[in-house]
């Protein structure tokens, strides 16, 4: 691949399309120098060999630097070495206030609070730094902020995405199971045995049930899914789709592998054949999204008042059901016989309502026409209703009425074109009873039943079409009271139960899947459904040497199927998955990974800077149990992390992006550190931990449904200041605030978010009413915390930036305070950049 000819001849009118042209070219560029090893897009060596991330780990010595006064852990000699080649060295330790605001941030995304800035600065001890770090990695709003950022990875949304969107309403309990592990210090390697095949490999821990959610955390076509019918094209493109979602969530997270890249043909870059693609598409195969339960304490109550009720349900006669069809415009009829041809008044459909079922008008077609004829077979007929142009609305529990007054007929026939949909292939008409007037009298009532096809079950017959009862009432008492007396006994035993059913509390649930048969898969030429290569069986990757794990290929092991590829993640010898998470949380605490490309450890990723450093990370990661916490620990200590973030001529001459860590870097808050920083100083932080997720937006439920996220109730709302974190995240409709401060897409894994800054930002923090209503109320904090426009200064500067003011700012926002109020003060302290920044 070459890079792309840039030309600097553009006209001035056109300078911000050139601008923008030259981003996407200089990106281009940067691809192919990535890529140094590829000459025209073929790989020079396309063995793993020579790719560094394929490599098994090494536990490297620290390096001997010649500045080893500035060494306080391995960390730094490794720093420091590649530091003194370049002519640098590490910047001094920044001063106590930054280091407190600036770790506190890192750990738990809060603010620390005056007290807390004021005992750190007091602590002259040498475990004081120590004692901190302890303190905010065993506080729970650790899990809630590095919670986050894996959720960022995963593309956790709350609802499904694409064109309807539909609500989420249990994808909540996977959020909660992320910052819990987070909390507890879960193992890695068990973390994500859990997340792959938690309900396998321990199933009777409630907690790597739900962890399960990681599979199904991203979006999801419910149109293309749940309204295509099965076997067609289309269907098997939007299961294709899912899939590779599954796999890219998988891979891309746990491995920092571009798997997906192979779909359509052998990875251009990477060691990965097509066929590895659809080794590890073979292992989702056989995973449906759906609701799942993981507790319920009224399960036997349950179990035993449904068994009851279905008993019931049983022997009521529900009505008349056509035999299920795999189309829709199947046609289907059913014809009442009266016997003898007799003057009609009015033909009335009767909708099923069968006892058992939660819809009334069930089977009610969408498409119908009423005829009536002397002839049984309909050779000559009169139609009476034809609503085969346009769906015919469901009745529901209502009757439709026909007039037929006029004329005369042995034989009434309803026939649809257009069958009710139970399922994306199972279609069908049903009715509870069709009724025939003739001189004020029900004619029909006993009457023979004829049709196209008809399903004989104990709750549906052709007999029970003209028997009087509609599924839960009688229309007309027949002439057998026994009959009669048991119908109306076990509807009201049958409700009574009901009743019962619905006080019992309900169950626990999380947005996850259930396993079926795994579908049988193919190698597909150029990722085209219908052109399947050959079948192949479940496995992993083949580009890491001497690793193997034996998949199970029937398809009723699709949970030994996930499991088998969590032991190949988490295998000792597998040399991916530990440097990606430890790399992840480096990228975390610094802005830049030792890897800049996260998700992608192949050719077409960026090259590690400090690639010992990486090693040496991940062994002391391994040896410390996959302590994600000792890991920071390790990494916050180190000189590395405390230096000052304060620039150096001649150093950023040398190295302007700070690729080496001359420098801490300086990091913008993100999203959910802005808006949760405001509550915490407004004093308004709902600290409430876990559950559903609050709503900060006006929803109507709609085929689309509306998500209203400028509704002025809902931002003020007390009920929606809790963390970020807990947002209820819609995927087709960002919160505009958060979007213009760069909050992650749940539609994609972000493994590093984009970062800007935009007049916009400044405009939505002055304006934007949730910042408008929390200086309000910091401004009423303010006012009860102290009395004089210069003591609401210092407390104000004291809350939002950690700090008192200069003798300059007081001069300067004192005559503020005084002029245009509290309110307007909180406005610019909430819009400074020392409170949008982190040193």
């Known amino acids: 691949m070459k890079p792309p000819q840039i030309s600097w001849r553009t006209a001035p009118s056109r300078r911000v399309v050139s601008l923008l042209a030259l981003g996407a070219a200089a990106s281009a560029a940067t691809l192919c120098l990535r890529a140094a090893n590829i000459d025209h897009g073929k790989v020079k060596d396309p063995s793993n060999k020579n790719l560094w991330s394929l490599k098994p780990v090494e536990a490297p010595k620290a ?15 490794f720093v420091l070495a590649k530091l003194e080649e370049k002519g640098l060295k590490l910047s001094p330790e920044a001063d106590k206030v930054t280091l407190i605001r600036r770790l506190t941030y890192d750990l738990t995304g809060l603010p620390p609070t005056p007290d807390e800035v004021d005992a750190f600065v007091r602590d002259k001890s040498s475990k004081a730094y120590d004692k901190l770090v302890t303190r905010l990695l065993d506080s729970k709003q650790y ?39 987070f909390n507890d210090d879960k193992p890695y390697s068990r973390f994500v045995r859990e997340q792959l095949a938690g309900d396998v490999l321990y199933p009777k821990d409630t907690d790597a049930l739900i962890g399960t959610g990681f599979i199904t955390a991203g979006p999801w076509d419910f149109e293309s899914q749940m309204e295509l019918r099965e076997g067609t094209v289309e269907r098997e493109k939007a299961r294709e789709v899912d899939r590779n979602d599954m796999i890219i969530q998988t891979m891309s997270t746990f491995a920092s592998l571009t798997v997906h890249c192979a779909r359509c043909h052998d990875h251009k870059f990477d060691p990965i054949p097509q066929k590895d693609y659809y080794r590890l598409d073979a292992v989702f195969s056989g995973i449906e999204r759906k609701n799942r339960t993981y507790a319920d304490a009224a399960a ?35 014809q009442i016989d009266l016997g003898k041809s007799l003057p009609l008044t009015e033909i009335r459909l009767v909708a099923a309502r069968p006892i058992d079922s939660d819809k009334d008008g069930y089977g009610f077609p969408l498409r119908f026409t009423v005829a009536v004829s002397d002839d049984a077979a309909f050779g000559k007929s009169d139609t009476l209703a034809d609503s085969t142009l346009v769906d015919f609305p469901n009745p529901g529990a209502s009757t439709v009425k026909i007039p037929a007054t006029g004329k005369t007929a042995r034989y009434v026939r309803v026939a649809s074109p257009l069958l009710y949909k139970k399922a994306n292939d199972a279609y069908f008409m049903a009715f509870g009873e069709i009724e025939v007037e003739s001189d004020g009298i029900n004619v029909a009532f006993g009457a023979a039943v004829t049709a ?42 049958y409700n009574a139960l009901a009743k019962q059913l619905a006080a019992l509390p309900e169950p626990k649930q999380f947005y996850g899947f259930e396993s079926i048969p795994a579908r049988k898969i193919s190698v597909l030429k150029r990722g085209d459904v219908t052109k399947p290569i050959e079948e192949v069986t479940p ?36 040399p991916l998955t530990r440097r990606s998470i430890v790399n992840r949380v480096w990228q975390y605490h610094f802005g830049r990974g030792i890897v800049a490309t996260p998700s992608d450890f192949g050719r077409n990723g960026i090259a590690p800077t400090h690639p010992e450093l990486l090693d040496y990370l991940t062994a002391e990661f391994v040896k410390d149990g996959e302590s994600i916490k000792k890991l920071h620990r390790l990494i916050v200590s180190s000189a590395t992390y405390k230096q000052s973030s304060a620039t150096n001529e001649k150093a950023a001459a040398i190295d302007a992006d700070n690729v080496y860590l001359w420098r801490q870097n300086r990091t913008r808050l993100d999203a959910e550190e802005l808006r949760d920083s405001v509550l915490a100083v407004s004093g308004k932080l709902d600290g409430t931990l876990g559950g559903p997720a609050y709503e900060p937006f006006h929803f109507v439920d709609d085929k689309s449904p509306v998500y209203d996220h400028l509704d002025i109730s809902s931002i003020n709302n007390p009920a929606t200041w809790r963390r970020t974190v807990y947002r209820f995240a819609v995927r087709s409709v960002p919160n505009p605030f958060l979007e213009c401060l760069d909050c992650a897409d749940p539609s994609i894994n972000t493994p590093v978010r984009t970062s800007t ?13 949730f910042m408008l209503k929390q200086a309000e109320l910091f401004a009423e904090r303010l006012g009860k915390a102290a009395k004089s426009p210069t003591d609401q200064v210092k407390a104000g500067f004291r809350l939002a930036v950690g700090r008192a003011p200069t003798s300059a700012e007081t001069a300067a926002l004192v005559p503020l305070v005084e002029k245009q109020g509290l309110p307007t003060f909180c406005r610019v302290l909430f819009n400074t950049n020392e409170f949008f920044f982190i040193d």
């Open 539 to 574: 496995g992993a990757p083949s580009c890491v040497d001497g690793l193997t794990v034996t998949f199970p290929t029937g398809p009723e092991n699709e949970g030994q199927r996930r499991a088998a590829l969590a032991e190949w993640l988490t295998d000792a010898r597998n």
């Open 300 to 334: 036997a109550d349950r179990e035993a008042l449904s068994k009851k009720m279905a008993d019931i349900a049983l022997t009521l006669p529900a009505g008349w059901c056509s035999g299920v069809a795999g189309m829709q415009d199947t046609p289907k009829w059913v």
């Open 452 to 493: 196209s096809d008809s399903l004989e079950a104990p709750a549906w017959s052709p007999k029970f079409l003209a028997d009087g009862f509609d599924g839960r009432l009688w229309l007309r008492f027949p002439d057998d009271y026994a009959v009669r007396d048991h119908a109306v006994k076990a509807v009201d035993e």
């Open 63 to 77: 390096p001997k630097v010649k500045n080893d006064e500035q060494v306080k852990n391995p960390i730094d000699a």
């Open 143 to 181: 899990g809630e902020r590095w919670g986050r950022h894996w959720l960022d990875v995963v593309h956790y949304g709350d609802t499904h995405g694409f064109d309807r969107d539909k609500r989420r309403p249990f994808a909540w309990p996977y959020r909660d199971y992320v910052i819990k592990s």
């Open 757 to 769: 800054i935009t007049a916009l930002q400044s405009l939505a923090l002055l304006n934007d009413p």
